[in-house]
């Protein structure tokens, strides 16, 4: 099955700058990528996803950027913003029929302004 | 159109009662799934299911059983309570070949 980790566990940021969190994970089957926010209190929601024939996607400030030879891809967040605190998890599988949907352990991204 | 609904959203047990916790969708996805979530762990996989009439287990299934009846409905179990399964429990569903995940709203168990 897929092993999944993300870097780093928590991540702080002052307002405006950058932040980046990566998910690395174990099987070369994996063709989809995509990556949940999770708001305190209230549950997890896509944000943005990738495919295995793309390299990198971007949606205003946030990017997914995807290298499958080194089996890692990682969330960009430019201009962060107090609203952009939250728990940020991956979820990279195989996307057929049947997969189990397995998470990473999650990052927490605190932005102060 | 509702998504995933769970019930309830909060819930209080003694060390070894047993309840159900209720998942449904509307939305005729396949695949439906149950996580739960603790501090530092994340979201850790129960059961899951691909289709009517078929389950199995994900990373922590012990101590839960489930059941899919209906496309729309996946209920899961606990026949006897523990304190180690005080957690934030999530349904979640997706079309088999599809690719987004909705949530419910979790439900908050606590064992005492």
């Known amino acids: 099955g897929e092993n999944v980790e993300q870097h780093p566990s928590t991540l702080s940021v002052q307002e405006g700058d950058s932040a980046v969190i990566k998910c690395t994970y174990s099987?070369?089957?994996?063709?989809?990528f995509p990556w949940y926010k999770q708001e305190l209190g209230k549950r997890p929601q896509l944000i943005i996803d990738?495919?295995?024939?793309?390299g990198e996607k971007k949606d205003q400030r946030i990017a997914v950027t995807l290298n499958k030879t080194a089996k890692h891809f990682s969330l960009h967040i430019t201009e962060t913003q107090p609203e952009d605190s939250a728990v940020y998890f991956c979820?990279?599988?195989?996307?057929?029929?049947?997969?189990?949907?397995?998470f990473g352990k999650g990052t927490t991204l605190s932005v102060s302004s | 159109n509702a998504g995933v609904t769970q019930t309830p959203k909060f819930q209080v047990l003694k060390t070894g009662q047993s309840m159900t916790l209720q998942c449904a969708q509307d939305?005729?996805?396949?695949?439906m799934s149950w996580y739960r979530q603790d501090p530092g762990m994340g979201l850790r996989l129960i059961h899951y299911?691909?289709?009517?009439?078929?389950?199995d287990q994900g990373e922590v299934p012990n101590g839960y059983n489930v059941s899919r009846s209906t496309t729309e409905d996946f209920p899961l179990r606990l026949l006897s309570a523990a304190p180690s399964q005080t957690s934030v429990y999530f349904c979640?569903?997706?079309?088999?070949?599809?690719?987004?995940?909705?949530f419910g709203q979790g439900t908050r168990l606590t064992v005492v």
């Open positions: 939305m005729n996805h396949e695949y």
């Open positions: 979820a990279p599988r195989a996307n057929q029929a049947g997969t189990a949907l397995i």
């Open positions: 099987d070369s089957a994996s063709n989809y």
């Open positions: 990738i495919r295995s024939n793309v």
């Open positions: 979640a569903s997706r079309l088999n070949g599809g690719t987004e995940a909705f």
């Open positions: 299911s691909v289709g009517a009439g078929i389950t």
